[in-house]
């Protein structure tokens, strides 16, 4: 690989490729009292964020410290960004600075495909966190990781995709990922918050959770992001909840196997109830965890690889 700014694209066997590197990464570290290993010693690696984030910008920066990269974070709150500096002439000073890896989290979709384009000339690896709308890929793999751990093969597996579609850059990621590797994709969200170009996705779309879960192997809630709804939003919070909120009393209409994840932040009470995300069925925790083998799979993939031209 020699970028990874999209799922829609990426072929089965790259992405399982990163898959089993994760899980190779994570049974070599798994009980180790260190954590480190010398795989990209002398390799900087940069995370360059404009939006808020936990998760993937602390898993990015545990992923290239335990590969022994150096690792800096920008943030633009507190860079240049806000004396007015472009996108782009930031990205050719982290380039110029000696970065050989900059991890990008934009507001606009398609920010992390144009600094490829502007960081073609020094060959700086680009990694997608999240671009507008878009797409998250490196959640999309997570996300496989944690259902191939607790389920086996994706093939055939039936996963419904619960809530805010229409924002989710999630989403996006994990229709892709997840029917490249097999699965079946439910979408199941209020009209209002399902995208307008959903017909041509591989997916199947229902208004009716209850109707949904009997028969699904996995189902991922997905964050209401009132941040990107500037207009309100319909149905009210309240009906939200009540239609496609996982309750306790829906938790029980899931077969007793299915997974429940969710990328978070979550809204407890809203989404999701709390007592569902830390049922047993719930996978949440072990998503985190498995962010960070995964990212340091993809980091092991563009800068120790091979490296090939995809
Ligand atoms: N899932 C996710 O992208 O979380 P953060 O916004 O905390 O990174």
């Known amino acids: 690989m020699k970028h990874l700014l999209a799922t829609d694209g990426l072929d089965a066997d790259s992405a399982l490729a990163v898959l089993d590197t994760a899980d ?78 900059v991890i990008v989290r934009h507001p606009a979709s398609g920010a992390a495909q144009r600094l490829a384009g502007w960081l073609a000339e020094p060959g700086t690896a680009i990694v997608n966190a999240g671009d507008g709308t878009h797409e998250h890929p490196t959640q999309a793999l997570l996300d496989a990781a944690t ?58 779309v229902s208004h009716d959770l209850d109707a949904e879960l009997p028969a699904s192997d996995a189902v991922m809630m997905l964050r209401v992001q009132a941040e990107r709804m500037h207009g309100g939003f319909f149905p009210s919070a309240r009906e939200y909840s009540i239609a496609y909120g996982l309750s306790e009393k829906r938790l029980k209409l899931l077969p007793e196997h299915a997974v429940v994840l969710h990328p978070g932040p979550m809204l407890r009470g809203m989404e999701i109830a709390s007592a569902v995300a830390d049922a047993p069925s719930s996978a949440i925790t072990e998503q985190v965890r498995n962010g960070v083998h995964v990212r340091m799979a993809v980091l092991y993939h563009l800068l120790a690889g091979e490296g090939d031209e995809s």
């Not at 900087?44 to 984030?53: A, G, H, K």
């Not at 892709?176 to 439910?186: D, K, P, R, S, Y």
Request: aromatic share 2%; glycine share 6%; charged share 25%.
């Open 24 to 101: 190779e990464l994570k049974r070599t570290l798994m009980g180790r009292e260190i954590r480190k290993l010398p795989t990209l010693r002398g390799r900087t690696v940069i995370t360059l964020f404009y939006e808020n984030s936990t998760r993937t910008r602390v898993s990015f920066e545990i992923a290239g410290k335990w590969m022994s990269a150096d690792v800096i974070n920008v943030s633009a709150a507190s860079s240049s960004v806000n004396k007015g500096e472009s996108l782009r002439d930031t990205a050719l000073t982290l380039a110029a600075a000696g970065a050989d890896c």
């Open 147 to 204: 259902l191939r751990e607790r389920l086996g093969s994706l093939k055939d597996r039936r996963v419904a995709i619960v809530g805010d579609v229409l924002h989710s850059r999630v989403a996006r990621s994990n229709i892709h990922l997840l029917t490249t590797l097999g699965a079946e994709v439910v979408l199941v969200a209020p009209p209002t918050l399902l995208p307008s170009g959903v017909d041509s996705l591989p997916v199947t």
